[in-house]
């Protein structure tokens, strides 16, 4: 019973295409994240997102974009992956509120060709 | 402009002795520090947090200290066991976390037998 899941784990895919990867949390949390690990290791913001608000990291370009079905969902599709693209995506989920500590999923690791 | 600094990129430490790994902000408005374990090819995995109102936080074999006049913070380990060997990130968060958190580049810490 896995809290946060993420699929694929991994994705190899060419340039010019379009993705997405899936995120699900199980915690009953009413905010979801995504994360970018780049080469350099760091972990970096992209959304965050609940019902109400969409909070986007200004550096994220517009070719990302979060889509959420429903609570428990956040995907993050992708178009016209570029080669910069490459890293792994993390999806995250919290209870926001005061001061509420994220759980993270296992990472997806796309690699665009 | 990194707001969260871990300048150790790697600590060893022998099995059974005191880890201490350090973190320093600059954002005067962070008001929850987290750390997080992870291991290759997994999500990182929460361990403890500190409220800016504390300076100290203890559960288990981990402590975490807060020094917000250095804007300092420190994870001890003790002691230290072998499964401790992963990488540690120090990240923070201010009004809530909903921006999402500020991560440092992590500590690799390595226990040695």
């Known amino acids: 019973d896995t809290a946060v899941s993420q699929t694929p784990k991994y994705l190899v895919t060419q340039m010019g295409n379009d993705k997405s990867i899936k995120c699900e949390q199980n915690?009953?949390?009413?905010?979801m994240y995504w994360y970018k690990q780049d080469s350099k290791k760091f972990l970096k913001i992209m959304f965050s997102y609940n019902n109400k608000e969409l909070i986007i990291n200004e550096t994220v370009p517009n070719r990302f974009s979060p889509k959420s079905p429903d609570k428990a969902h956040l995907n993050l599709h992708i178009n016209s992956l570029e080669l910069g693209d490459s890293a792994v995506y993390f999806c995250?989920?919290?209870?926001?509120?005061?001061?509420?500590?994220?759980?993270f999923g296992p990472g997806t690791r796309l690699l665009v060709l | 402009d990194q707001q969260v600094k871990q300048n150790s990129p790697s600590l060893s430490v022998q099995e059974g002795r005191i880890s201490i790994l350090n973190c320093d902000y600059t954002n005067s408005m962070f008001d929850y520090f987290l750390w997080y374990k992870k291991y290759p090819a997994e999500g990182p995995t929460f361990l403890i947090s500190i409220s800016s109102i504390k300076d100290k936080n203890e559960d288990g074999r981990f402590t975490v200290f807060l020094n917000k006049s250095a804007k300092h913070l420190s994870l001890h380990i003790v002691p230290s066991q072998p499964g401790d060997s992963a990488v540690y990130f120090c990240?923070?968060?201010?009004?809530?976390?909903?921006?999402?958190?500020?991560f440092g580049k992590g500590t690799h810490l390595i226990i040695q037998p």
């Open positions: 915690l009953g949390h009413d905010t």
């Open positions: 990240a923070a968060s201010a009004g809530g976390g909903a921006d999402g958190l500020t």
């Open positions: 995250a989920s919290s209870q926001v509120g005061t001061q509420e500590t994220q759980y």
